[in-house]
T-cell receptor
């Protein structure tokens, strides 16, 4: 069974602070996706990374895929209250269902 | 981007009745769709993989006779919760995988089921 360990599970920070969320596994993934979910809604895809060492930026969000494609991180710069939500990482291994981490519940306080 | 819809968004039913939830891929064809269940403040739990034109693959511990899945076309999968009980109350989310992507899944907005 592939496992994705996501940390931290909860994070409460002040507006303007930086934060990093980590996803780690002993398994190699062909891709890693990051989703953001708000209460009562479905997860929304933020990014897909597929190449070891790949870095993608989405405004204040920076996503990195580890060289060995076993881990990934999400860094948010100058967090805003609108960043509040549940962040989920998910590993893909081809034509099998995604393996999800347990999620990081982020709260950004104004 | 790829759009997936779900209907209904909320449903309240009496214990013992059956409820059907629809999942549609609006701008792409999806040979594979997935059904998840999400408990409050938790991550997604995969229930089953729905394959167009064939039987669904259920995860361990999910009763296939209780959660009936039909993927009759390349844009529609349905989940029917049969003889619903209060413990079936949950947030059900579907996702669809575009044919050009082996990994990426796009999610629907979810259906909140409440069984009285």
């Amino acid at each position: 069974t592939q496992l994705l360990e996501q940390s931290p599970q909860f994070l409460s920070i002040q507006e303007g602070e930086n934060l990093t969320v980590y996803c780690n596994s002993s398994s190699v993934f062909s891709s890693l996706q990051w989703y953001r979910q708000e209460p009562g809604e479905g997860p929304v895809l933020l990014v897909t990374v597929v190449t070891g060492g790949e870095v993608k930026k989405l405004k204040r969000l920076t996503f990195q895929f580890g060289d060995a494609r076993k881990d990934s991180s999400l860094h948010i710069t100058a967090a805003q209250p609108g960043d509040t939500g549940l962040y989920l990482c998910a590993g893909g291994m081809g034509n099998t269902p995604l393996v999800f981490g347990k999620g990081t519940r982020l709260s950004v306080i104004a | 981007g790829a759009v997936v819809s779900q209907h209904p968004s909320r449903v309240i039913c009496k214990s013992g009745t059956s409820v059907k939830i629809e999942c549609r891929s609006l701008d792409f064809q999806a040979t594979t769709m997935f059904w998840y269940r999400q408990f409050p403040k938790q991550s997604l739990m995969l229930m089953a993989t729905s394959n167009e034109g064939s039987k669904a693959t259920y995860e361990q511990g999910v009763e296939k006779d209780k959660f009936l899945i039909n993927h009759a076309s390349l844009t529609l999968s349905t989940l029917t919760v049969t003889s619903a009980h209060p413990e079936d109350s949950s947030f059900y989310i579907c996702s669809a995988r575009p044919p050009a992507s082996t990994d990426t899944q796009y999610f629907g907005p979810g259906t909140r089921l409440t069984v009285l």
